[in-house]
Structures are given as structure tokens and as C-alpha cells.
């Protein structure tokens, strides 16, 4: 089946503790994001990548670092985790090219106390 | 910021009525997609319609796309229960951006 898997789904972490959630799919995709959902805001990208060893930030990539190493797994890394990281997170893939749909993992709802 | 904007934020019909949500976008795209999000769950893809495209239809979902105000449109018709969502349209040019959601609720 075809799938973006993220984990943790739910993670509870303090402030300034290193954590990383993982992001993986089984499509082959080029194309890997990260998005924060924030109510009000809708879906902000924090950090893409077109392909392996290429990362791109987003809107929103203060606090994040991400790699991609591998074509199928596109990790998000908080370093030292602040209260105003907590929200929602997806991680989504898609083909490259036009035309093409995206494909979202199922969340990590991320709290920093 | 180039996010799309949805209008209404929220909207609550009857079962069996029909739901429009529209959204308006600031840049030039390739294409415009509508997405599903069951609280709190991931995004599922809807539909799809090119910039070349003025309209498209898929079941009951019906996609207008007018590139000359930048602005799309999504009606569910005969609306059930089951579609009690967020829905986000999401302009695909250079980037890919999401908007800001439209809540619908479907009372039974």
C-alpha cells in the first residue's frame, strides 16, 4: 500500500531537548515536505526537498533542520525545542513533475512544555 | 506570504444540501488541488484541476478554476454526514501552498 509514515503520532518532549520525528514513504517520490498546521494558519511549509541531498527551506524553517539521505526518508529535527514549536506536523511526498498530488503521513501532534 | 485563501472559514448545512467553499490565490500556478482533512488526521487528496481547465467534475465534488481572478470554487453536492471535514485548496506553481481551510459541518 501505497503510504507517508510518520512517527512518533504523538510526542510530549521540554523545552530544549533534542527530539527528531521520522518521515518515510514507499512511493519512490523525489519530491519530500514538512508542514506545520496551526489553527488559524492553515498548513505552513517549514522545509522541501527535490531529491536526495537537496533541501530547500519553507515559509517557516527557524528551529528545524531536515536531511535526506535517502530518497525514501525526509527526517524533521527540532534541536532544541521551544514552547512556540508545539502544533501539528505532516510530512508529505509527491511525484515529480506537473500534475501530480501529494500524499500525507498521518501527523505528530508535537507539545514542548 | 503566498497562501491561498478559503472563504468561509466555517460552514454548517443540512444533510442532503449543497456546499460551496471557495479560495483565491496570489500567484501564477499549474495547477489548483483540493484536499480532505478528518480532524486532526492527514490530508487526502480530492481533485485536480490544470490551469488550463475551467472546470471538473469527480462523484459528487465539482472544481471551477477562473486563472483571470485567481480563484477556485468546490461544491459538494447532496451533502452526507460522512463530509464533515476541513477542506484546503492548494496551488501548485513554483511551490506548492496550502490555504487556509474552510470547517464545513453536515448536520444529519
Known amino acids: 500500500e501505497a503510504q507517508v509514515t510518520q512517527n512518533p503520532r504523538y510526542l510530549i518532549t521540554v523545552t530544549g531537548k533534542k527530539l527528531t520525528v521520522t518521515c518515510s514513504q514507499n512511493m519512490n517520490h523525489e519530491y519530500m515536505s514538512w508542514y506545520r498546521q496551526d489553527p488559524g494558519l492553515g498548513l505552513r511549509q517549514i522545509y522541501y526537498s527535490m531529491n536526495v541531498e537537496v533541501t530547500d527551506k519553507g515559509d517557516v524553517p527557524e528551529g528545524y533542520k531536515v536531511s535526506r539521505k535517502e530518497k525514501r526518508n525526509f527526517p524533521l529535527i527540532l534541536e532544541s525545542p521551544s514552547p512556540n514549536q508545539t502544533s501539528l506536523y505532516f510530512c508529505?511526498?509527491?511525484?515529480?513533475?506537473?500534475?501530480?498530488?501529494?500524499?500525507f503521513g498521518q501527523g505528530t501532534r508535537l507539545t514542548v512544555v | 506570504s503566498q497562501q491561498g485563501e478559503e472563504d468561509p472559514q466555517a460552514l454548517s448545512i443540512q444533510e442532503g444540501e449543497n456546499a460551496t467553499m471557495n479560495c483565491s490565490y496570489k500567484?501564477?500556478?499549474?495547477?489548483l488541488q483540493w484536499y480532505r482533512q478528518n480532524s486532526g488526521r492527514g490530508l487526502v487528496h480530492l481533485i485536480l484541476?490544470?490551469?488550463?481547465?475551467r472546470e471538473k467534475h469527480s462523484g459528487r465534488l465539482r472544481v471551477t478554476l477562473d486563472t483571470s481572478k485567481k480563484s477556485s470554487s468546490l461544491l459538494i453536492t447532496a451533502s452526507r454526514a460522512a463530509d464533515t471535514a476541513s477542506y484546503f485548496c492548494?496551488?501548485?506553481?513554483?511551490?506548492?501552498?496550502f490555504g487556509t481551510g474552510t470547517s464545513l459541518t453536515v448536520i444529519p
Open positions: 492548494a496551488t501548485d506553481g513554483n511551490q506548492f501552498y
Open positions: 484541476i490544470r490551469s488550463n481547465e
Open positions: 500567484t501564477s500556478i499549474n495547477n
Open positions: 508529505a511526498s509527491r511525484d515529480r513533475g506537473r500534475n501530480t498530488e501529494a500524499f
